[in-house]
Protein backbone atom coordinates (compact mmCIF):
# COMPACT_ATOMS: atom_id res chain seq x y z
CA UNK A 1 0.00 0.00 0.00
CA UNK A 2 1.32 3.64 -0.57
CA UNK A 3 3.09 5.11 2.43
CA UNK A 4 3.15 8.42 3.43
CA UNK A 5 3.60 11.07 1.06
CA UNK A 6 4.52 14.95 1.09
CA UNK A 7 4.81 17.94 -1.18
CA UNK A 8 6.61 19.41 -2.31
CA UNK A 9 9.79 17.87 -1.91
CA UNK A 10 11.84 20.79 -2.23
CA UNK A 11 10.85 24.30 -1.93
CA UNK A 12 12.92 27.76 -2.11
CA UNK A 13 11.66 30.98 -0.92
CA UNK A 14 12.57 34.69 -0.06
CA UNK A 15 12.58 35.50 3.43
CA UNK A 16 8.87 37.30 4.55
CA UNK A 17 7.03 34.65 2.04
CA UNK A 18 4.15 32.40 3.08
CA UNK A 19 4.81 28.51 2.68
CA UNK A 20 2.84 25.48 2.59
CA UNK A 21 3.88 21.77 3.29
CA UNK A 22 1.31 19.41 2.80
CA UNK A 23 1.39 15.86 3.98
CA UNK A 24 -0.63 12.54 2.71
CA UNK A 25 -0.93 9.78 5.48
CA UNK A 26 -1.14 6.65 5.40
CA UNK A 27 -4.88 5.65 4.57
CA UNK A 28 -6.77 4.49 7.83
CA UNK A 29 -4.08 6.35 9.84
CA UNK A 30 -6.06 8.25 12.67
CA UNK A 31 -2.87 10.44 14.03
CA UNK A 32 -1.11 12.68 12.27
CA UNK A 33 2.69 14.22 13.57
CA UNK A 34 5.06 16.75 12.34
CA UNK A 35 8.36 17.29 12.73
CA UNK A 36 11.30 19.37 11.86
CA UNK A 37 14.94 18.16 11.12
CA UNK A 38 17.92 20.76 11.30
CA UNK A 39 20.99 19.93 9.37
CA UNK A 40 22.72 17.51 11.03
CA UNK A 41 20.49 17.13 14.00
CA UNK A 42 18.01 14.79 15.50
CA UNK A 43 13.92 15.43 15.22
CA UNK A 44 11.73 18.28 16.97
CA UNK A 45 8.43 17.81 17.26
CA UNK A 46 6.19 20.24 16.21
CA UNK A 47 2.56 19.45 16.34
CA UNK A 48 0.15 16.39 16.50
CA UNK A 49 -3.15 15.21 15.35
CA UNK A 50 -5.88 12.73 16.40
CA UNK A 51 -8.37 12.79 13.26
CA UNK A 52 -9.28 16.30 12.54
CA UNK A 53 -8.36 18.11 16.15
CA UNK A 54 -4.66 18.85 17.28
CA UNK A 55 -4.34 18.15 20.93
CA UNK A 56 -0.69 18.87 21.12
CA UNK A 57 0.37 21.61 19.18
CA UNK A 58 3.77 22.16 22.01
CA UNK A 59 6.30 22.26 19.71
CA UNK A 60 5.13 24.58 17.39
CA UNK A 61 8.09 27.20 17.94
CA UNK A 62 6.18 30.38 17.12
CA UNK A 63 2.85 31.67 16.39
CA UNK A 64 4.43 32.01 12.35
CA UNK A 65 3.41 28.26 12.15
CA UNK A 66 0.26 26.41 12.16
CA UNK A 67 -1.43 23.69 10.97
CA UNK A 68 -4.81 22.06 10.13
CA UNK A 69 -6.03 18.76 8.74
CA UNK A 70 -8.91 18.22 7.02
CA UNK A 71 -11.23 14.96 6.62
CA UNK A 72 -8.68 12.72 9.08
CA UNK A 73 -6.74 12.80 6.18
CA UNK A 74 -4.50 15.76 4.21
CA UNK A 75 -2.64 18.11 6.41
CA UNK A 76 -0.96 21.34 6.20
CA UNK A 77 1.41 22.89 7.82
CA UNK A 78 1.83 26.51 6.90
CA UNK A 79 4.24 28.93 8.13
CA UNK A 80 4.00 32.82 7.54
CA UNK A 81 6.85 35.62 7.16
CA UNK A 82 9.32 32.89 6.77
CA UNK A 83 12.84 33.63 8.39
CA UNK A 84 16.38 32.18 7.75
CA UNK A 85 16.12 29.99 10.76
CA UNK A 86 12.64 27.99 9.33
CA UNK A 87 14.94 26.03 6.95
CA UNK A 88 15.20 22.73 7.75
CA UNK A 89 13.58 19.54 6.40
CA UNK A 90 9.84 19.19 7.77
CA UNK A 91 8.85 15.10 8.05
CA UNK A 92 5.59 14.04 8.51
CA UNK A 93 4.29 10.94 10.18
CA UNK A 94 1.65 8.76 10.51
CA UNK A 95 0.25 6.26 12.69
CA UNK A 96 -2.65 4.13 13.03
CA UNK A 97 -4.43 4.97 16.58
CA UNK A 98 -2.27 7.75 18.04
CA UNK A 99 -3.29 8.52 21.73
CA UNK A 100 -1.26 7.03 24.12
CA UNK A 101 -0.53 3.74 23.14
CA UNK A 102 3.07 2.90 23.33
CA UNK A 103 3.20 0.63 20.78
CA UNK A 104 1.48 2.53 17.83
CA UNK A 105 4.79 2.88 15.42
CA UNK A 106 5.00 5.97 13.75
CA UNK A 107 5.49 5.86 9.61
CA UNK A 108 7.69 9.03 8.07
CA UNK A 109 7.24 10.30 4.72
CA UNK A 110 10.08 11.87 2.73
CA UNK A 111 10.07 14.79 4.15
CA UNK A 112 9.97 18.59 2.41
CA UNK A 113 13.25 20.56 2.31
CA UNK A 114 12.67 23.99 2.80
CA UNK A 115 15.33 26.57 2.41
CA UNK A 116 14.85 30.30 2.96
CA UNK A 117 17.23 32.50 1.39
CA UNK B 1 12.25 15.15 31.31
CA UNK B 2 12.15 12.00 28.60
CA UNK B 3 15.96 12.37 26.61
CA UNK B 4 17.64 9.58 24.22
CA UNK B 5 21.75 9.84 24.21
CA UNK B 6 23.47 8.77 21.33
CA UNK B 7 27.11 9.20 22.09
CA UNK B 8 28.83 7.96 18.33
CA UNK B 9 28.56 10.58 16.29
CA UNK B 10 30.19 8.08 13.55
CA UNK B 11 30.46 4.44 12.78
CA UNK B 12 32.77 2.39 10.55
CA UNK B 13 32.08 -1.36 9.89
CA UNK B 14 33.24 -3.54 7.04
CA UNK B 15 30.94 -5.49 5.01
CA UNK B 16 29.76 -9.04 6.31
CA UNK B 17 30.29 -7.81 9.88
CA UNK B 18 28.47 -7.29 13.06
CA UNK B 19 28.42 -3.58 14.85
CA UNK B 20 26.34 -1.84 17.60
CA UNK B 21 24.99 1.61 18.02
CA UNK B 22 24.38 2.93 21.10
CA UNK B 23 21.64 4.27 22.77
CA UNK B 24 20.73 5.13 26.29
CA UNK B 25 17.86 7.14 27.59
CA UNK B 26 16.38 8.80 30.95
CA UNK B 27 12.23 8.52 31.87
CA UNK B 28 10.16 8.25 35.30
CA UNK B 29 7.85 6.28 33.65
CA UNK B 30 7.24 2.65 34.12
CA UNK B 31 5.69 2.04 30.53
CA UNK B 32 7.41 3.14 27.53
CA UNK B 33 8.07 2.32 23.74
CA UNK B 34 11.73 1.93 22.24
CA UNK B 35 11.98 2.83 18.51
CA UNK B 36 15.00 2.65 16.03
CA UNK B 37 14.74 4.76 12.82
CA UNK B 38 17.49 4.49 9.95
CA UNK B 39 17.73 7.57 7.71
CA UNK B 40 19.60 7.13 4.13
CA UNK B 41 20.78 9.95 2.57
CA UNK B 42 17.39 10.50 0.58
CA UNK B 43 16.01 11.71 3.60
CA UNK B 44 13.05 8.80 4.61
CA UNK B 45 13.23 7.43 8.20
CA UNK B 46 12.32 3.74 7.61
CA UNK B 47 11.18 2.56 11.13
CA UNK B 48 13.45 -0.59 11.47
CA UNK B 49 12.81 -1.94 15.23
CA UNK B 50 10.84 -1.08 18.69
CA UNK B 51 10.97 -2.97 21.72
CA UNK B 52 8.15 -1.97 24.96
CA UNK B 53 9.85 -1.58 28.31
CA UNK B 54 7.29 -4.74 29.39
CA UNK B 55 8.70 -6.97 26.49
CA UNK B 56 10.92 -9.57 28.40
CA UNK B 57 12.85 -10.99 25.31
CA UNK B 58 14.94 -8.96 23.23
CA UNK B 59 13.40 -7.78 19.86
CA UNK B 60 14.74 -8.73 16.72
CA UNK B 61 14.01 -8.13 12.71
CA UNK B 62 15.86 -10.14 10.61
CA UNK B 63 19.43 -8.48 10.77
CA UNK B 64 18.34 -5.84 13.33
CA UNK B 65 18.32 -6.77 17.18
CA UNK B 66 17.85 -4.94 19.80
CA UNK B 67 19.84 -5.20 23.15
CA UNK B 68 17.61 -3.95 25.89
CA UNK B 69 19.05 -3.59 29.20
CA UNK B 70 16.21 -2.38 31.33
CA UNK B 71 18.49 -1.45 34.54
CA UNK B 72 20.97 0.28 32.50
CA UNK B 73 18.24 1.97 30.40
CA UNK B 74 20.04 1.24 27.58
CA UNK B 75 18.89 0.07 23.83
CA UNK B 76 21.82 -0.44 21.91
CA UNK B 77 20.64 -1.69 18.10
CA UNK B 78 22.76 -4.62 16.55
CA UNK B 79 22.87 -5.18 13.25
CA UNK B 80 24.65 -8.55 12.01
CA UNK B 81 26.33 -9.17 8.38
CA UNK B 82 26.27 -5.52 7.38
CA UNK B 83 25.61 -4.61 4.02
CA UNK B 84 27.03 -1.39 2.26
CA UNK B 85 22.79 -0.39 2.04
CA UNK B 86 23.42 0.02 5.53
CA UNK B 87 25.26 2.83 5.37
CA UNK B 88 23.02 5.79 6.57
CA UNK B 89 22.14 7.65 10.16
CA UNK B 90 20.80 5.89 12.94
CA UNK B 91 18.42 7.27 15.19
CA UNK B 92 17.06 5.66 18.31
CA UNK B 93 13.51 7.09 19.42
CA UNK B 94 11.56 6.98 22.70
CA UNK B 95 8.04 7.38 23.34
CA UNK B 96 6.50 7.01 26.91
CA UNK B 97 2.92 7.87 28.66
CA UNK B 98 3.92 11.30 29.18
CA UNK B 99 3.36 12.31 25.38
CA UNK B 100 2.56 11.66 22.27
CA UNK B 101 5.47 12.25 20.54
CA UNK B 102 8.68 10.38 19.65
CA UNK B 103 11.82 11.89 21.46
CA UNK B 104 14.61 11.52 19.49
CA UNK B 105 18.16 11.10 19.80
CA UNK B 106 21.20 12.98 17.87
CA UNK B 107 21.71 9.91 15.62
CA UNK B 108 24.78 7.90 14.97
CA UNK B 109 25.95 8.19 11.00
CA UNK B 110 27.04 4.65 10.40
CA UNK B 111 29.69 3.79 7.05
CA UNK B 112 30.08 0.04 5.27
CA UNK B 113 33.16 -0.26 3.41
CA UNK B 114 33.57 -3.42 1.14
Known amino acids: GAGVSQSPSNKVTEKGKDVELRCDPISGHTALYWYRQRLGQGLEFLIYFQGNSAPDKSGLPSDRFSAERTGESVSTLTIQRTQQEDSAVYLC???????????????FGPGTRLTVL | AQKITQTQPGMFVQEKEAVTLDCTYD???????LFWYKQPSSGEMIFLIYQGSYDEQNATEGRYSLNFQKARKSANLVISASQLGDSAMYFC???????????FGKGTTLSVSS
Open chain 2, 27 to 33: TSDQSYG
Open chain 2, 93 to 103: AMRDQAGTALI
Open chain 1, 93 to 107: ASSLIGGILITDTQY
